[in-house]
């Protein structure tokens, strides 16, 4: 159960892989709409702490991620657009459903803002929820507060409106995210 929760909670808290060099990004608001990251992602649950690689591509409404552990070892792959969300584990096992949050819930009885999170990780607040937001003088995301979590945005891509390292909690989970290269992704037909 450990092991699910932990490969869970950082594949649905990313949702929603490859070119060499990564392009300036300096998206507004919105006009990112296909994007990769690969980073870093630090989670701590109760008393355990898990550190996984994560590769993220989003495609519009299609999102794939890739997780692994350390050494490079998979751990799991969360695939998903607006039809539904498959989980499939390291040993091949798969698992669907409607949406991330519920397939989250179902396996390991933990809730996330998963709809916000591709937002978040760009710095952007989730459309249709209330926020509170403080911003910094170029206009980029300090702090949010949003569906019951707290975002803070540490440290942006040099030279870019991409966020580099952010932190999430509620009063359960906090997550730690570090961004070492964002790449724009064309558009898909």
């Not at 990112?32 to 992602?41: C, E, F, H, K, Y």
């Not at 019951?148 to 390292?165: A, C, D, E, I, N």
Request: net charge positive; proline share 4%; hydrophobic share 40%.
């Amino acid at each position: 159960m450990k092991r699910i929760l932990a490969c869970l909670l950082v594949g649905t808290f990313s949702l929603y892989l490859a070119a060499c060099s990564t392009p300036a990004l300096r998206p507004e608001t919105g006009a990112l709409s296909g994007w990769r990251l690969q980073g870093r992602i630090a989670i701590t649950y109760q008393t355990e702490v898990w550190n996984l690689s994560i590769d993220w591509l989003q495609q519009g409404k299609d999102a794939v991620i890739q997780l692994s552990g350390p050494l490079g070892r998979g751990v799991a792959r969360l695939q998903g657009n607006d039809f539904g969300v498959t989980l499939e584990h390291a040993d091949g096992r798969t698992r669907f459903a409607r949406d991330a949050e519920t397939l989250l819930l179902e396996e390991t009885g933990v809730r996330l803002p998963l709809a916000g999170l591709r937002y978040w990780v760009r710095g952007e607040v989730e459309p249709g929820s209330a926020a509170q937001v403080r911003k910094d003088q170029d206009g980029r995301m300090l702090e949010l507060e949003q569906r019951g979590w707290r975002v803070l945005y540490l440290r942006y891509m040099s030279g870019q409106t991409l966020p580099r390292k952010l932190t999430l909690t509620n009063s359960e989970v906090k997550v730690k995210l570090v961004v070492d290269r964002w790449q724009a992704i064309p558009a898909h037909e």
